[in-house]
């Protein structure tokens, strides 16, 4: 692993995402909340959602207005085991932690529990939810709806969003399984981050509305927005790659992410009005708690998960190959590789942080500035 990229610090990072969400009026408590959900991205590797999303996704959506600073959380119905919030088009990540609080205390004492977000905003990479769960001994998941982006089989037109269906599991091991991706081949904060870095999104990822694939980053985000564009499902196009499999997936993240609060979904996600105008987007999220002292037990449930990552790691490779990983697996190395030496920084989120800092006007000043 060779990293070329300046880093940054950690803490220095920390400080200064917590200061800046401050800055633009998100409350401490709260700032410090979504400023570890990205570094937690960056720890493991994915940067798509981490501080590369920072500026243009976060701070300047609340400079424009379509998501508020402040998150004010209303309960809209709460059982024993099951809760139903309204985030009123606040934080994602904050409402979705508060979430994820009750959820882990009323599986803790019913053995499951479950809950949905309505009118919410992003909320980070899904995996840090479901991993709140895992350091609880307990198994998370959890999905949520996003802007249209993903094609229905045989279809051209951007309808579902990316919808990652996500889980962890406890294990025996160092670090949990955990499997964090969308229902897409590619997401849109994978295009984000090739537009970026000036790279090109890989062919046959994204189709244009003529059924021809597209590769430049840049519009590919363009066409993305304007409806001219849409992802493949896992899969691929159509039947023969099995497509319909991802097609069915992000569907039924669609339906739990809106139907369990009572959300809006699909083209009501767009973050447009008819008239093209910018409006909120208006998110759902599902959350899902199992404690396995329920069943056979916390620490039986982790003996078993682990062994059964070690039998995969261990089974016989395909030639050329040296390793078989499990989900969770490479997150885990990045961190080990990154930890002592901060979170990398290419030349796009340098810019990003610098302009934050200047229109703040906090006092921080960061290594790669020379």
């Not at 564009?229 to 319909?244: K, M, N, V, W």
Request: charged share 25%; hydrophobic share 35%; with cysteine.
């Amino acid at each position: 692993m060779q990293e070329t990229r300046p880093f940054v610090p950690w803490k220095q990072m920390n400080d200064f995402i917590t200061d800046a969400f401050k800055g633009y009026g998100v409350p401490e408590e709260d700032a410090k909340i979504c400023a570890d959900v990205l570094l937690e991205s960056d720890r493991r590797g994915i940067e798509s959602h981490g501080c590369n999303r920072f500026k243009p996704i976060y701070i300047d959506r609340i400079v424009k207005g379509t998501l508020l600073p402040v998150t004010d959380i209303e309960i809209i119905k709460e059982t024993p085991t099951t809760l139903v919030m309204d985030a009123h088009d606040g934080m994602g990540m904050v409402a979705s932690y508060r979430m994820m609080e009750k959820l882990i205390e009323k599986a803790k004492t019913y053995g499951m529990a479950g809950g949905a977000i309505r009118n919410s905003t992003h909320y980070g990479i899904a995996g840090y939810w479901t991993g709140m769960a895992a350091k609880e001994g307990m198994v998370g998941i959890s999905g949520t709806n996003a802007r249209p982006s993903i094609a229905p089989t045989f279809g051209v037109e951007n309808m579902l969003g990316t919808n990652p269906l996500t889980f962890s599991l406890p294990t025996d091991e160092e670090f949990p399984f955990c499997l964090d991706c969308a229902t897409s081949i590619v997401q849109r904060g994978r295009i984000e981050y090739y537009a970026r870095e000036g790279k090109e999104t890989p062919k046959g990822t994204v189709i244009s509305e003529n059924g021809e694939a597209m590769t430049d980053s840049k519009e590919i985000l363009k066409a993305l927005v304007d409806g001219t564009a849409a992802l493949a499902p896992l899969g691929g196009i159509g039947e023969e790659l099995a497509g319909y499999k991802g097609y069915g997936y992000a569907t039924v993240v669609e339906i739990l992410s809106a139907a369990l609060a009572g959300g809006e979904f699909m083209k009501a996600l767009s973050g447009t009005d008819p008239d093209g105008k910018a409006r909120m987007y208006h998110l759902g999220h599902f959350f899902f708690v199992v404690d396995p002292d329920a069943f056979m037990g916390r620490e039986e449930f982790k003996k078993t998960a682990g062994g059964i990552c070690r039998a995969l790691r261990a089974s016989k490779k395909a030639p050329g190959e040296s390793r078989i990983y499990t989900a969770g697996e490479k997150e885990y190395e990045v961190w080990l590789y990154r930890k002592d030496k901060g979170v990398p920084v290419g030349e796009s989120v340098q810019k990003d942080i610098i302009a934050v800092r200047d229109a703040l006007g906090l006092d921080y000043r960061f290594d790669f500035e020379g």
